[in-house]
């Protein structure tokens, strides 16, 4: 390879290329022409809002703070897996490799929670390209120069966050990077200090419970959009090939569509005021058992179902896109008994979670519940979650004995975050630390002579603007986040220098404030992993 | 559709035996595979160790360019590519009216075309103001596509004039109603407060309050709520609000100081633990901190779903009987109405969506990421496609082509016969046998006005899945300097390849293909034989589906393709190195300025597709 000795002598290349040292014809210049020969694109430039990103197994989601919605949402898929200059894949009539439904996801991903699933350089070549696809095609500002806040699930193994921080530090000077928990910045976005946060995610769903901008609980449960979408796919399949029709495929796109177009949730006998839902008459229609309800109420859709070269118009019944929505998250045709403590359904894992808080806790979190994710998007399945919810709490109360398998989960848990070291379940304790708390004190004071009247003990749902957007909200009130990795410290020590720290000198806060917000004082000698330690 | 062959990529040895993550043990296969050069040029010892390069990996993809991609350094004196160059924005414009965007405008105007530039909302091209009637000075106006055919009336939007469209737009909601105003009253005012007491979602008075707001029972009209960039702007006012209050009220507070900085160590508390003193709300200030509240009211940005949202939503992909996809948008319509410039990102059926304004794109500059020497500088005006700076990697490196040789030659050592494959004459795919040996010209044409040696090698079975065998006859030699042409003339040297101008496209039947020979050579260029003999591509797994039909498993999209990498090695000595005041800062590490260049990197030959 080339010495690595500086040099400014003029190689053999041609000519026409050395013009270019050459001072500009005299052109008139632009309006910023001066300080683009200086340097440019340095220092003309508001760069003091930073750049919030938000990153998930399936989406990416960037923009600046103090706007409303991001500049851009990525999703990652095959395409974007594709060598430079190869845009086979957008070319009219391509044709990609057929996957198995049960193969698919993994090409669309861009990571894992498993991460024996997880090439990691993978997951750096995939971040560094999006990166620079979001700074250069949508945030249109330099790489690096502004603050960074990411947004990240609250449990994120540490090889793959050690992956995305030391590929980011590497790659662009960022000075230092902030980490955000997505449930937190969720509530942060619906106006409220505790919620419990349902994110209906691509590869899973979280059920976590905020208190006081804190991470007291999360459950999760495989059933996702993922999940979601493999159901569908299987449904109108079997539809198909119930009809006689001939049925060669359906690929993972196609099927995405029909996701997020017609896919809808039933309400459950009947609406809240009483009346018969309309909807369900169309459900009645596809029940397995035929019906001999002649109502005119089936409605079908009509699709462009492509078939090679050309396309075939396909006729699908409405009904037939609930079912898949009751078997993967209301997990209708399984008694809970049979399943596991991570297959839970939907109600049951909010019901769950909601259980297990202190009384005080969950009748604030229960009056905040936020349905954020890919999944929220579903109509009727929020709705039809509080509903169900509801019927649980009427049959089983708060009881706690129905709890049975708490600790199983915290193992679980455990496992799942693989990697770490300490105490991964520290922030579950339940009781939050007596005394010295000037916080709860306040809060307990607060809620003594509290004037305003403070909805709690009923079943709410609160519209979340959801967690980029809450990140947007706390960043654009210019305060100090709530975990600071710094460039030169985390390139000497990397995550176990954060771990140390977190051992030494900040147990309190990693004790009371599962977030990770600092108290006064110890704020900038180091840096901690807070909830992701 | 497919691949043009042949063709030819350049991985970037930035990602050589790449910064190692630290958890690599957990990938399943390394990008390099432990395996010795088949023909290793003698020399040294540590490049006999590296591993061929797998171009069918996965993380091959990012470390590929096409070779007009690449950058050369001279400080480094190596290939940059987009991930070892940092870019630097230099000027920001539309590309449909081409106006620069001053920089300072560009986030204010939500990195959009802030003059009537427009996308389709439903097909994403360009859109154009016309006059309802078709012609006149009169209105009213509408934005429609060519393309397509949609028309903002389709959402119920005219306009009263032609120009500043933008701004109108943000003030008509579809259908064509004024937009709700995105930015409410920053404290909310009592009488429109109590009017939601009486929703039962909204905050009541609880048991335990001891102390009750007063509730006025009037019937004031229910608000429309707010959409999501009013909720934003209400939610934002709430919390400054809150911020603002305390620190007003409590300058004593220990947690509290003025100093509203981002790095103030106090700040964090604020937000978080949120103290207050009591708010806008009682008549009477008491000097006692509290918590920061929650946002309370729709004003202050909370908001509870109604329970008839979901249901109308349903209801609206009911009522169409035909209708309920095609009135959906779709995935990629969603993503494009993506911003804070307007759109709207939430809408589920067509008549939702809003035309976009067109987004901004930028000139950027290039620079190293290692030494920061400036690579690329492009002249910011937008028509102006010149750049003032352009090191590309192509005028140092030689230019690789490759086609088949024609006949039969048995010719070489133990080469057996060879066949072109036919298909390639026609233009299309080429295609090659399995098992059936073919030969192939490889012309590597110098672009440096120095001669240049060149080696390169092969692993003898192609690393990954299938091992197809490769042989190249001549692994090094040089090639000449890239001389002009009247040059060349003048210096009156023998052609021992003939008129180079013809040999560049000609069809090459004047060299032999002979192991350890050169094939042939002009002026600047170079050619080799190198030989190929591909290994079938087996159809994997024949599984019986659920169906007694038998399905095979397909190949994966590129499973197929041949593809040969080889490592070149190139070295010259740099000519017309003159006696300037520089001279010094040319001495290499031993202080002796030979002027040697070297460069090395793994290129990636695509040859055809096997047979299947
Ligand atoms: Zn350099
Ligand atoms: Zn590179
Ligand atoms: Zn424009
Ligand atoms: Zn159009």
């Keep these: 390879m080339a010495s690595n000795i500086t040099s400014s002598i003029a190689s053999s290349v041609r000519p026409s290329l050395r013009q270019a040292a050459q001072p500009p014809s005299p052109h008139t210049p632009s309006r910023f022409a001066s300080s683009n020969l200086s340097s440019p694109g340095s220092g003309f430039r508001q760069e003091d809002d930073a750049v919030i990103i938000e990153l998930g197994s399936r989406y990416l989601r960037a923009g600046f703070e103090g706007e409303h919605s991001p500049q851009c949402i990525l999703t990652f898929g095959p395409e974007d897996s594709r060598r430079a200059g190869d845009y086979r894949g957008w070319a009219p009539g391509h044709r990609r490799k057929h996957f198995d439904i049960e193969e698919w996801g993994q090409q669309h991903e861009l990571w894992r929670m498993d991460l024996r699933d997880v090439d990691l350089g993978l997951v750096e070549d995939k971040i560094e390209r999006a990166f620079r696809e979001v700074y250069n095609e949508y945030l249109l500002t330099d790489a690096g120069s502004a603050r960074l806040m990411l947004v990240v699930p609250s449990i994120l193994p540490h090889p793959l966050l050690s992956t995305v921080l030391t590929t980011l530090f590497n790659r662009w000077k960022y000075a230092s990077i902030t980490l955000l928990p997505s449930p937190t910045m969720a509530a942060m976005g619906a106006g409220v200090r505790s919620a419990l946060g349902v994110d209906i995610g691509w590869s899973e769903t979280t059920v976590t419970a905020v208190y006081e901008y804190r991470e007291l609980r999360i459950n999760r449960s495989t059933r996702s959009m993922r999940s979601l979408l493999k159901e569908l796919a299987r449904t109108v399949i079997a539809h198909r090939q119930g009809k006689g029709d001939d049925v060669p495929r359906i690929e993972f796109e196609l099927a995405e569509e029909l996701m997020a177009r017609m896919v809808w949730c039933k309400h459950s006998g009947e609406t809240t005021d009483g009346r018969a839902n309309p909807l369900n008459g169309a459900e009645a229609q596809v029940d397995s058992t035929p019906s001999d309800n002649t109502d005119e109420r089936e409605i079908e859709i009509e699709i462009d179902w492509p078939t090679g070269v050309s396309s075939q118009v396909v006729t699908l019944p409405l009904a037939l896109f609930s079912q898949p929505v009751e078997k993967v998250f209301l997990a209708s045709d399984t008694a809970s008994n049979y399943l596991d403590d991570n297959e839970h359904s939907l109600p049951m894992l909010v019901y769950e979670t909601l259980q297990a808080l202190p009384p005080d806790a969950r009748a604030l979190c229960m009056s905040r519940i936020t349905f954020v994710g890919g999944g929220s998007k579903i109509p009727g399945l929020a709705p039809r979650t509080m509903f169900e919810v509801d019927l649980l709490v009427k049959k089983y109360g708060w009881s706690t004995i129905r709890g049975k398998r708490v600790d199983d989960r915290r193992d679980k848990l455990r496992e799942i975050a693989q990697g770490r070291a300490g105490k991964p379940d520290a922030r579950f304790q339940e009781p939050l630390p007596p005394g010295e708390d000037y916080i709860e004190e306040k809060l307990r004071k607060q809620q003594a002579k509290e004037a305003l009247p403070v909805v709690q003990g009923q079943l709410r749902r609160v519209e979340s603007l959801g967690a980029w957007t809450g990140a947007s909200l706390l960043a654009s009130m210019k305060v100090k986040g709530f975990v600071d990795i710094e460039r030169e410290k985390f390139l000497q020590h990397g995550l176990a220098g954060a771990r140390n720290n977190v051992d030494i000198s900040v147990i309190p806060q990693r004790t009371s404030s599962g977030a990770g917000f600092t108290k006064a004082g110890d704020e900038r000698k180091s840096w901690t992993l807070a909830g992701w330690a | ?612």
Excluded at chain 2, 165 to 176: E, H, K, P, V, Y
Excluded at chain 2, 232 to 243: D, E, G, H, R, V
Excluded at chain 2, 501 to 527: L, M, P
């Design chain 2, 1 to 612: 559709m497919g691949l043009t062959f042949p063709y030819t990529y350049i991985s970037c040895p930035c990602s050589d035996g790449s910064k190692e993550i630290e958890e690599s043990r957990l990938r399943p296969a390394p990008l390099f595979h432990k395996k010795a050069l088949a023909e290793e040029p003698e020399e040294d010892d540590e490049e006999k160790e590296e591993a061929p390069f797998d171009a069918h990996h996965p993380r091959a993809s990012f470390s590929l360019f096409p070779p007009e991609h690449l950058l050369y350094c001279e400080e480094c004196r190596d290939l940059k590519c987009p991930r070892c160059s940092i870019e630097e924005q230099v000027s920001h414009f539309c590309t449909s009216c081409l106006f620069e965007t001053p920089a300072s405008a560009v986030r204010s105007e939500g990195n959009r075309c802030a003059r009537n530039c427009f996308n389709c909302p439903i097909c994403f091209s360009q859109l154009s103001v016309n006059n309802i009637n078709g012609a006149g000075k009169e209105g009213p106006w509408i934005l429609n596509c060519y393309y397509c055919m949609w028309t903002s009336l389709d959402i119920g939007i005219r306009f009263d004039r032609p120009t500043n469209i933008r701004a109108q737009l943000d003030r008509i909601a579809n259908g064509g109603k004024p937009k709700a105003p995105s930015k409410p009253t920053e404290t909310p005012d009592l009488a429109r407060r109590s009017s939601y007491l009486n929703h039962e979602s909204y905050p009541q008075l609880s048991a335990t309050t001891n102390n009750p707001p007063p509730t006025q029972q009037d019937d004031s009209p229910k608000e429309t709520p707010l959409d999501p960039a009013a909720r934003f702007t209400a939610l934002k006012a709430f919390y400054k609000n809150q911020l603002t209050t305390t620190t007003a009220a409590n300058p004593t507070h220990p947690s509290i100081s003025s100093d509203f900085s981002y790095s103030s160590p106090a700040s964090l508390n604020r937000i978080l633990n949120l103290y207050s003193t009591s708010g806008s709300f009682q008549p009477k200030r008491k000097p006692k901190p509290q918590l920061m509240r929650e946002a309370l009211y729709p004003s202050e940005g909370l908001l509870i779903p109604s329970p008839d949202a979901a249901t109308s939503t349903q209801t609206k992909l009911l009522s169409s009987p035909t209708g309920g996809f095609i009135n959906t948008t779709t995935l990629s319509q969603r993503h494009f109405q993506t911003g804070p410039a307007g759109g709207n990102p939430d809408a589920r059926f067509v008549d939702e969506l809003r035309p976009m304004p067109a987004p901004l794109t930028t000139k950027r500059a290039k620079r190293c990421k290692e030494c920061r020497h400036i690579l690329v500088k492009p002249e910011a005006k937008p028509t102006s496609t010149r750049h003032r700076i352009k090191l590309v990697a192509l005028s140092y490196i030689p230019h690789v082509s490759l086609r088949p040789l024609l006949g039969t030659s048995a010719a070489g050592g133990g080469a057996s016969t060879s066949s072109a494959p036919s298909a390639l004459l026609y233009g299309g795919d080429v295609i090659l046998e399995p098992a059936r040996p073919t030969q192939w010209i490889l012309k590597l044409t110098n672009p440096l006005f120095d001669a240049v040696r060149v080696s390169i090698a092969t692993p003898a079975v192609t690393p990954g899945k299938y091992g197809h065998r490769v042989t190249i006859l001549c692994p090094q030699f040089e090639i000449g300097a890239n001389s002009d042409v009247w040059e060349e003339a003048l210096g009156s040297k023998s052609s021992d390849a003939g008129g180079s101008a013809g040999k560049i496209s000609g069809s090459g039947n004047g060299g032999v293909a002979e192991a350890g020979k050169v094939y042939e050579k002009g002026r600047n260029w170079t050619s080799v034989a190198v030989e190929v003999v591909p290994v079938s591509i087996t159809q994997p797994i024949v599984e019986a589906a659920d169906k007694e039909e038998i399905q095979v498993r397909e190949v994966d999209e590129d499973e197929d393709v041949l593809e040969i990498p080889i490592r070149v090695r190139l070295d010259w000595r740099q000519g017309d190195l003159d006696d300037g005041a520089n001279k010094k800062a040319r001495l290499n590490e031993d202080g002796v300025e030979d002027g040697v260049r070297e460069l090395a990197y793994w290129m990636v030959l695509g040859v055809g597709r096997v047979k299947k």
